[in-house]
């Protein structure tokens, strides 16, 4: 299995977008105020649902728990990400899994293991301008995802805007030895407005949040849409892969905690 995802990676970041791109995935925080449709969601051609579970300080999502029933009843995908702060990163990853375990329901007598629903599990390195305790730091950052693998024995995703990339791993006092630590993680990029280019220490992106709060100048729009179902200022991404590729990708990524 191992060789299999080596041989879809290295065929995702060889390939160019226009021939592999399929905008299929969606992300929401308790912030989305609206009851999603996501049955309406999967036939305009959405597969996953990435959800904030939690955030500073050791906040549970109110929503997390309903939607996630709700997008699994549906047939969709399901992510989880934590909102970073300055604050105790060991800590912040407990919190985070034992929330996320938690949400998922137990299984049946009669369930085989492959019915298990897997997570897709991500660190959201952004600027903290919402909550008290400041913006994450690389170490920060380094010891949270280091926390997760020790816990589940999988990478989350690490995600953040291109110029907040740029911005925090190479200034002076970060190390190339907490840049290829991250690298472990697979890169989860925003930007609004162009295809980003500048993701090193990545070779490529493998998911790109081209839109949110109706934001988006790239064109077409049909190719970019900014809505879809009842949402609409939805924060709709572009996964670098085919359909059948982003189902062997979260497979692979997802932690399945015993329910």
């Not at 190719?223 to 085919?242: K, S």
Request: contains cysteine.
């Amino acid at each position: 299995m191992k060789s299999l995802l080596a041989r879809v990676l290295f065929a995702l970041l060889s390939a160019p977008l226009g021939a592999l791109a399929g905008n299929s995935i969606v992300n929401m925080s308790h912030y989305d105020l609206v009851r999603p449709d996501f049955v309406g969601m999967k036939s305009q051609g959405i597969f996953g649902v990435i959800h904030e579970a939690t955030y500073p300080r050791y906040q549970r999502d109110a929503r997390y728990y309903e939607r996630f029933r709700a997008a699994r009843e549906a047939g969709l995908l399901w992510g989880a990400y934590h909102f970073a702060d300055g604050t105790n990163p060991i800590r912040h990853a407990d919190h985070f899994l034992d929330v996320v375990a938690t949400s998922v329901p137990r299984m049946l007598p009669t369930q085989s293991e492959s019915e298990r629903p897997g997570v897709l599990l991500v660190l959201d390195f952004e600027k903290n301008t919402h909550y008290p305790g400041g913006s994450m730091s690389v170490g920060q950052a380094v010891a949270f995802v280091e926390r997760i693998n020790e816990r589940t024995g999988k990478y989350p995703g690490l995600y953040c805007s291109e110029y907040r990339l740029r911005q925090m791993l190479y200034v002076p006092g970060v190390t190339s030895a907490q840049r290829r630590a991250l690298t472990n993680c697979w890169l989860w990029i925003a930007n609004y407005h162009f295809e980003p280019r500048n993701t090193a220490p990545w070779r490529e992106w493998l998911l790109w949040q081209y839109t949110g709060d109706g934001k988006c100048s790239l064109r077409p729009r049909e190719q970019f849409p900014t809505r879809v179902a009842n949402l609409r200022r939805a924060e709709r991404n572009i996964f670098r892969g085919n359909n059948a590729q982003l189902q062997i990708f979260w497979q692979e990524h997802a932690w399945f905690p015993s329910g």
